[in-house]
């Protein structure tokens, strides 16, 4: 095998191009590009990443080979500069950078002016006729060097100590002599190769590792080593050094912007040290270099057809191209500067859809923080960013109180261990949510999500006393009614009341704004409907309530993918008549309460068709363990303890009263609810539920069609597991059907399908399909039951294991492609192969999630079902995942 | 397609044969078999199986050519018969009854006297000149007819009343109008047919349905009808009508053995009304048919080559041969019998290995009541019978109490709502163990069975009161110090205290009596020796501590498959120091902990290697959630908030304590424990546990190997999900056992493998075979995940689906061949991709049932483990299935 590993760029024998970013990582590839281009490029060479997987994978060691490669580079690029390494003359001094396919700013290490020692030193000195500039020079590579190369934590901050440059530079050898038993190396050769392992070595740094993880970057891809001429940007006034934008990376808006610093070296920039000023001044302090700078960064964008991030050094009035790349921006800009872009004929419409991230749009829906109060506050503590947007309000601990202070008109933040679905209530009331336990997929976290409800969750430094009324982070105790802020977008916990608003395109759709008042809103229609166009992936809305169903609606959902029928069970007015239901204990009693609960529930189904407006609306049997309604089993033992304990004639009933309810609960304790009795195993010991609910559909379906307009009712069972549980429960279903339509005189077109939500479920699919006319993916608990992760525990562990890299991310957040994905893939074409037609699509957690979309759509699934607020985002990233496929 | 549904045996005409079975049933196949053996087998004809299957797949209609072709099998019959239906002077009478592949004793109907009108019953009485003999038969036919075909419930006890016969068929005509509005049928072929009808439907009856799910006989395969010229016992005393066994089915006795009643139909033998004679009288009542019968039985033995139960009648001194099938027999008898035949020559070894049933050999090893005193004692209630055996003692209701009473020199049973692994010190000084909820493989039913202890669990019907010490059962009420007693093989519960004693092989393996002294050990030992020939399957045991290994080498396993090692933490001696490890804040307190723990793990492998005698010792590390080690989390809540209800300063060290304890435990509490933070999940999260583990197998390993003697541990990482889970725990263990080795200068094989337990896993196989050098499936956690069922708590819906048949049986008693099934097919290919030598097993409770052994064999594993009780099942069980393959 004889590959080649260095590729040069500049002085006209450029080797590489764009399109090489796998070998040569960004930085190297538009390196090369610039150098094609025949913009003022120093002249270099890149190290491919190859090497770098090579060196991991042998043991640190580099093949053979490369040490001839190497120094053929090194004499090429000495031709180049017409310098030399260690010329006591004209010197070659250069400097050694990373470069990954992706950008990691900051991540990885960088050295400069490799190439000085006490010789060139002098050298420099001379040629530039500046002392105090080439030892400044010096005292910054050995700065680098020792810090990044010898790993001695002590040379930044004596390299930055008072004193002369030269000073400095003395005691900087000093210090290297004494941390490594040798003096700082003198040999450019030696200095080179030593920055340039250390570079490779930065790629698995900790925090590169991290950075990676969150970022889901490939920790197999490794980076790329830049060995380039060194320009300075330090040598005088008319010297310096800057980063820009081709278009304001915040905003969008169309406008050149950066900043600068005249004599100055890359890192002054960065570091903040010296503040920096605004590009525009550039054109009146060095206007040339400027003039050139906007005609060059002008063609760039042009060239990559996009908004160009890019870095430069004027030295000595010439100006050099150092780095240019796609510009990172926020949700906002994104979508201006496609449309901008699109108009200006660069990209067409197909294009914009890929320039906008999925989550860029979720950044536009939730509301935001005022940035100077956010600064100003007090940071508590950080937690999970579990569903974004900015709240703030009083304290409250339990549900009851979040709604009876919000229905005193006051703002309340939901302060919880954490949540169960009789929070629900105070959920919604609730500005906010902030718990103590509970991972990314916890209940808090889904429903917050759904909702479009600012939460951060597995928020552990804090100390929740719901009895009390407070928590406490460290010393500090936050008692009812104190306020505090959180920042779903980013986990972060404020004491006090930060001001939050509406988004733009939030206050469209809550109709404060009208459309046509917002350029915005009218741009995020505009892409969706672009989207619309390209995709092939369904997009449908989980949503309980007419309100939800309103929303998503709004946000352009094609139906309702999953509609939880046991939410309605927890309003309030619907609780008793449950919890009566559940206490009942003979089939006779259970039917009566049954029957309180058929119009209630005929009324919600009513309602949603009339605003699903004949789009399918997927209605899921209860499914939670009865318990769940019932008050907790501890909480009822510790009652009667204590009442027994105070031991009065007068408590007697109470006791037992409550001995009674206590009982039952026992009954239905579970010690694994997750595993038990729920989902269609309710439906088929206790048919007469699955008969209601059955009931309560059709006779809504019924009504809402006699008015002419059309409905598509789909029930689907959870948790099937045999197709036997699907037989019976489509037998129940299909009784009560018949019997209603014919009772009413209607004939409506109505489906009955299931949940694959439980493994067997998904390998048995052949057998399942017979009776199943559609399938949707219950992702959480598909994963929850294939990983045997517990999701309301697995917080426990599973931070560990991605912190540790046991796993690559949370199977809860995005589809575990390997395992559960297989899987689903196995469900979907054992399903097809025994009805081809059976329509399939996803309704868990991750239908809203962009590379969960994207598998969705790559193992051909039917439809996506995403919270209402996640619409959008999955309308997108379904457009995508066919662009992205081609 | 033209099917034959119609067979006619006898008169030299029979078309059926034995092999036959399928689409005659046994009764059809073993009658045309008879037949053709030129035995005296009244005529008739069988009416396929095929038949009752196409009958309910047609909604209860006979296919139209049935219909010719039955009657042309009727006027066959009036030929071969030489009688006519509804002659008046020489009618034919028949009898119709079932048939199925499988014998269903009882279960489905039977028509005696078919044909017999107010015509024919005339023609009877004047040609055998017993009038009174006619009407009975008359009689008899109406009361059946009554009953199963027009479904009157008043018939029998009317037909039994006083009265002549005479006077009571006159009741029956007039009960018949009554019930019908028609007249009691007078034509014989309606009759026949609306017999013939009602028969096929007794294939569905509810004590059918039930009796089949029990034996595991599939629904589908539906009953013959067999229509038989009817001969008569009941014509006086040279009439006769019996059953009886070739050999006696109790045990196993080479001796003619049966009863019988002279001037009888079948049915009185059966119903017990008149007591029957042995049979051995039958010689000198009515000699020349007794010595036929004799012969001709001894025929059919030699010719089936099994113990036949046959049935005959003797008509005026003429023998009929009625029935012969396969005798069914006791455990004892099974042995016994078997090794008889090979003696006789019979049959060869490899066929006396398919006559004994692997649940017979576990018959052989659990204590028995004395039958007279349970039959005398009072049945309390009936539960699940989870481990076999009988046992009697005073009830206790806490382990503790257990462990003390028994200490006392006290016989007692534990009775707990259900057992948690701190119950296992209680359950191992119990006789037995009673539990009022649970399935077949709750805690209780698992750890009884591996403990060869009876158990019943799942009885529902006593209320247990732990804190008082009683159990109630109705009105009665049982305390504590209370005798009782419980049937592990039949789940019966009993008041008092029934005697019991340790079954023969049990004596010679706990060394009361001397193997020379004992035939039925003998033969025990010789049968598994021929099995160990034949299968290929291994077979290990599961085994914790040093008494389960031993009576697993005396069982023959070949290895220990399992151990436990959280089941040493529970030790009354360890428990403490466990909690203080996990109470532990730090790790370096944590490893001190550990430290005290590691001499005492080191001892217990020490002496299950030296056991083991060099075969392999699969020892997996720690498995169950934490807070199992830690007192109940609303007990400590109840307990502090009683102690705060009571308010006193003296209470405040113990609140503290105590809250500082729940404190941990609420950190620890988990949801769903079973998905929780277990498994290799805490050897990941605290390494420093599998370190421990790993020296102390590692030292135990080389301090036996310096001795000289062989050893070969197998460390098993539990509940591997992912491949890197699988390299983390790898990595530790093979750190850990490098550095022992070199202490202590010794090398030993070893091997690092994983349960497979988890769906993902299965899924993900080959990725884990790369790392794993064997696989072990852990189809109770596997059976859990897949279907997600909770083992601890499905119960609650899986009787209700067995009994409704949604599932075919308990898929934590025999492996769900569909689902788990197909996983571990998935997962046994993929494993053996990418590792083909990768040994593979099973260590779940399936490892010891006698169907999922023969699916282990199929798919190819390499051994199955179960408990040491079940050792000897499994070795027969694995011969059988590699001689049911061929």
Redesign the interface.
């Known amino acids: 095998m004889s590959k080649k590993y260095c590729y040069f760029f500049g002085a006209g024998q450029t080797e590489g191009r764009a399109a090489l970013k796998d070998i040569l990582g960004g930085k190297g590839a538009n390196l090369a590009e610039m150098a094609r281009l025949k913009l003022p490029v120093p002249p270099g060479f890149t190290i491919s990443t190859e090497l770098c997987r090579l060196y991991y994978q042998n043991k640190m060691r580099f093949p053979a080979k490369l040490r001839k490669e190497f120094f053929d580079y090194v004499k090429k690029l000495e031709k180049a500069a017409g310098k030399k390494f260690g010329d006591p003359t004209n010197p070659l001094l250069v400097s050694v950078r990373s470069g990954a396919k992706f950008s990691m700013p900051g991540m990885m290490d960088t050295i400069l002016n490799v190439g000085l020692n006490d010789q060139t030193v002098a050298a420099l000195a001379k040629l530039t006729n500046q002392p105090d500039f080439a030892y400044d020079c010096y005292r910054r590579l050995m700065m680098m060097f020792s810090d990044v190369v010898l790993d001695i934590k002590e040379a930044k901050p004596l390299g930055m100590a008072e004193g002369s440059n030269q000073d400095r530079v003395d005691k900087l050898k000093q210090l290297v002599q004494e941390k490594t038993g040798r003096p700082f190396p003198q040999d450019p050769l030696e200095q080179l190769t030593m920055a340039r392992d250390a570079v490779f070595q930065s790629w698995h740094s900790p925090r590169a590792r991290i950075y990676r993880q969150q970022y889901r970057i490939s920790e197999s891809l490794g980076t790329a080593v830049n060995i380039q001429l060194m320009v300075f940007g330090n040598l005088g006034l008319s010297s310096a050094t800057g980063v820009g934008f081709t278009r304001n990376p915040a905003t969008g808006e169309k406008k050149f912007y950066g900043e600068y610093l005249t004599n100055a070296q890359g890192e002054d920039v960065v570091a903040g040290t010296r503040t920096p000023q605004p590009i525009d001044q550039l054109a009146d302090e060095i206007p040339q270099p400027y003039q050139q700078l906007r005609s060059i960064t002008d063609r760039l964008e042009k060239h990559y057809r996009d908004v160009q991030d890019f870095e430069f050094t004027i030295e000595n009035n010439k100006l050099y191209m150092l780095q240019t790349r796609t510009g990172k921006r926020t949700g906002y800009a994104a979508l201006r500067i496609a449309f901008d872009m699109v108009k200006e004929k660069l990209i067409t419409p197909k294009e914009a859809l890929l320039r906008v991230e999925p989550d860029h749009l979720n950044q536009l829906l939730h509301p935001i923080f005022d940035q100077t109060a956010k600064k100003n506050a007090r940071l508590l503590a950080k937690g999970l960013n579990a569903s974004p947007g900015a709240a703030a309000g009083q304290a409250v601990f339990t549900a009851e109180d979040a709604v009876a202070e919000a229905h005193k008109g006051k703002r309340v933040l939901l302060v919880r261990k954490e949540t169960s679905p009789n929070d629900v209530e105070g959920m919604i009331k609730a500005r906010g949510v902030l718990t103590a336990t509970g991972g990314m997929t916890s209940h808090a976290a889904v429903v917050g999500r759904q909702m479009g409800k600012s939460c951060v969750v597995g928020c552990s430094a804090i100390k929740v006393n719901e009895e009390k009324g407070e928590f406490s982070v460290g010393n500090l105790t936050v008692k009812q009614g104190d306020y505090i802020s959180i920042d779903g977008t980013t986990g972060e916990v404020f004491l006090g009341d930060i001001k939050t608003a509406d988004s733009e395109i939030m206050q469209v759709i809550k109709g404060t704004m009208k459309p046509e008042q917002s350029l915005l809103y009218q741009q995020f229609t505009k892409l969706l409907d672009w989207a619309d166009k390209v995709r092939r992936l369904g997009v449908e809305a989980n949503a309980d309530i007419p309100s939800d169903a309103e929303m998503a609606i709004k946000f352009g959902a094609e139906g309702i993918g999953l509609c939880r029928t046991e939410h309605m069970f927890f309003a309030p007015d619907r609780l008793p008549i449950m919890q009566e239901m559940i206490l009942a204990t003979t089939e006779e009693s259970r039917r009566r309460s049954l029957a309180k609960l058929l119009p209630l529930q005929k009324q919600d189904f009513t309602e949603l068709f009339e605003i699903m407006r004949g789009y399918p609306v997927t209605i899921r049997t209860i499914d939670p363990p009865l318990h769940e309604f019932l008050p907790k ?2 909480e009822l ?2 009652e009667i ?2 009442l027994k ?2 031991h009065s004639i007068d408590n007697e009933p109470q006791i037992t009263e409550k001995e009674r309810l206590l009982a039952r609960v026992n009954e239905l304790h ?8 729920r989902g269609c ?1 309710l439906g ?2 206790y048919p007469e539920i699955t008969e209601m609910q059955a009931r309560a559909i059709m006779e809504a379906a019924c009504l809402v069609a006699k008015k002419g307009k059309k409905v598509s009712p789909e029930i689907m069972i959870p ?1 099937v ?2 197709i ?2 699907m037989k ?1 429960q489509k037998e129940i279903v299909i009784k009560v059907a018949e019997e209603v339509m014919k009772e009413q005189g209607v004939k409506i077109k109505y489906k009955i399908g299931t949940m694959i ?4 479920a998904a ?2 699919a052949d ?1 399942i399909a017979r009776e199943a006319e559609f399938f949707s993916f219950g992702t959480n ?1 598909l994963t ?7 999701r ?3 917080a ?2 599973s931070r ?2 991605i912190e ?4 690559p991310e949370d199977p809860f957040v995005s589809i ?1 492609e ?3 994905g ?2 689903m893939k196995i469900c979907a074409e054992k399903g097809r192969r025994s009805r081809p037609d059976i329509r399939i699509g996803i309704c868990g957690e991750h239908g809203g999630e962009p590379a969960s979309i994207h598998f969705c759509h790559k193992i051909g699934l039917d439809y996506v079902s995403a919270s209402p607020f996640r619409v959008p985002l999955a309308r997108l990233a379904a457009a995508q995942a066919v662009l992205q496929k081609k």
């Open positions: 089993r501890e033992m510790v303890a204590i304990t105070k579970e010690f694994n609810p997750m595993m038990g009795h195993r088929i010991t948790l597991g045999h036997n549980e019976h939500e439980i493994p067997r390998v048995t057998e608990d929850q039951m294939t990983f045997g992760y517990s309301d525990d697995s426990k562990f560990h294991y540790h890299k046991i796993l575990d390997e395992g559960v297989q899987l």
